[in-house]
């Protein structure tokens, strides 16, 4: 991983000209809370964040999109285990925008993410409506953490996390941590595996339960081992 370097809105600001996330080859922790306002595309790049305790915030239409050869290692170090990455939408001219933290684009089969730690949600009040994880292909390796998506807000219709887009293939492996909220399988291709003590699904306050589902007229691509 080699030598990890501060991360934090003013050294975004300088490199970048912008405040988002690293999207360089390297190793990255947060140094303090800050809110982004620019998105960023790892492209033939390993990228290691540590949240350390912090939280993002986001309204963009994503935090981190995935190009070809694209991989984000996620982390936190810090002992209460409270870093954040938060989205939420945004009103641009009577348009409203939907925030999402991680996008995929359709077609990059080679895009790579592995949740170790943290928290993937939305901020209070964000009116979110979109889905939170949009792996259109590539993979999604969850060990721990958490990502939430809050269903008790009606204004949320989206995922926690959409696996596959058309006819593409892509993977959500959930080892580790959990998933509150539901997650949508749409494409032949895509597959989803959950093992060991990893949870997945919420139910929430009104009553309403939401776990895996998938939009295809048969489904033979959800496993679950223990």
């Known amino acids: 991983e080699g030598k990890w370097e501060p991360w934090n809105g003013t050294v975004s600001q300088e490199l970048y000209g912008s405040k988002r996330l690293p999207k360089d080859e390297g190793s990255y922790y947060l140094t303090t809370d800050y809110t982004l306002n620019k998105d960023a595309t790892i492209k033939d790049a390993v990228v290691n964040l540590d949240l350390a305790g912090y939280t993002v915030s986001s309204s963009k239409s994503y935090v ?56 993937l949600g939305e901020a209070e009040n964000s009116g979110n409506t979109s889905n939170l994880i949009n792996l259109n292909n590539g993979t999604f390796n969850m060990y721990g953490g958490t990502i939430k998506h809050d269903m008790n807000n009606a204004a ?17 492996n959930v080892y580790g941590g959990n998933i509150e909220g539901a997650v949508s399988i749409t494409s032949a291709g895509a597959k989803v595996s959950i093992s060991n003590d990893a949870k997945v699904g919420v139910y929430n306050e009104s009553g309403k339960s939401f776990g895996i589902y998938s939009t295809l007229t048969t489904v033979s691509n959800i496993q679950c081992t223990n």
């Not at 949320?156 to 959500?172: E, F, P």
């Open 156 to 172: 949320n219709i989206g995922d926690a996390v959409k696996v596959g887009y058309s006819a593409a293939s892509a993977n959500l």
């Open 64 to 119: 981190y999109a995935f190009n070809d050869n694209g991989k984000l290692n996620i982390t936190d170090s810090s002992s209460e285990k409270t870093g954040k990455i938060l989205c939420t939408n945004r009103i641009e001219n009577d348009t409203t925008y939907n925030g999402r933290i991680i996008y995929v684009i359709a077609g990059r089969t080679t895009a790579n993410i592995n949740m170790y730690g943290g928290t």
